[in-house]
Structures are given as structure tokens and as C-alpha cells.
């Protein structure tokens, strides 16, 4: 069945730097838009960035512009999120979840399967 699996997450000091990775198994990769999403304490999910079937265009939100990258390999089925410069706000629960088109806007009711998420800390 469709599967999606976090890895990446830990504690990290202010200024610093993870890369989450999301392995995908039992559909079809190459066909589904690919977003991270997180969930802070006491804060709705909310979409962090997101990236297209090719690869281009992708989508990131005002927080975390020019710190955060996404990228896919398609041949290895897997989805990274490279997170640089890292604030105490960035700290949540981090999901990627999948969405069928080749494109969406990088909203929760957008996507429809979803990761058990990987835990992020950002204190120093």
C-alpha cells in the first residue's frame, strides 16, 4: 500500500542545520506532487514547502524562504527538505505527505496521503 516514511529530525541548536528525507513506496512516484508539512506545539499543520512532479516549480512559505530547500530523485523515490539557519519557531513535527496531480497549491486539503512524521527541535 502507499507509503510514505520521515527520517532527519533531532535537535538542533539556533543557526543550525537538518536534512529530512521522505522515502515513498507502493504507488507511483513520478506522479505525485510531493509537500512537507509541520506541526508546531499548540499550532495547526501547515505547509512548509512543495515541490512538483518534475521537480519545477516548487513552493516554500514566507517563513522559511531562502533558508529551506526542497528537492526530489525520482529514481530513488525519496523527497528531501534541506533546512538551513534553523529558529526556535521552526521546532514542530514534520510530515510529507502526496498528493495526485502534477502540481498543487501547497495546502493541507491538498494532499490526501501522509507520513508518520519526524520530530524537529530547534533550542539551544
Known amino acids: 500500500q502507499l507509503q510514505l516514511v520521515e527520517s532527519g529530525g533531532g535537535l538542533v541548536q539556533p543557526g543550525g542545520s537538518l536534512r529530512l528525507s521522505c522515502v515513498a513506496s507502493g504507488f507511483t512516484f513520478d506522479y505525485f506532487a510531493i509537500g512537507w508539512f509541520r506541526q508546531g506545539p499548540g499550532k495547526e499543520r501547515e505547509g512548509v514547502s512543495c515541490?512538483?512532479?518534475?521537480?519545477?516549480?516548487?513552493d516554500y512559505a514566507d517563513s522559511v524562504k531562502g533558508r529551506f530547500t526542497i528537492s526530489r530523485d525520482n529514481a530513488k523515490n525519496t523527497v528531501y527538505l534541506q533546512m538551513n539557519s534553523l529558529k526556535p519557531e521552526d521546532t514542530g513535527v514534520y510530515y510529507c505527505?502526496?498528493?495526485?496531480?502534477?502540481?498543487?497549491?501547497?495546502?493541507?486539503?491538498?494532499?490526501?496521503?501522509w507520513g508518520q512524521g519526524t520530530q524537529v527541535n530547534v533550542s539551544s
Open positions: 505527505a502526496a498528493a495526485g496531480w502534477d502540481r498543487v497549491a501547497c495546502r493541507v486539503e491538498n494532499f490526501g496521503a
Open positions: 515541490i512538483s512532479t518534475s521537480g519545477d516549480p516548487t
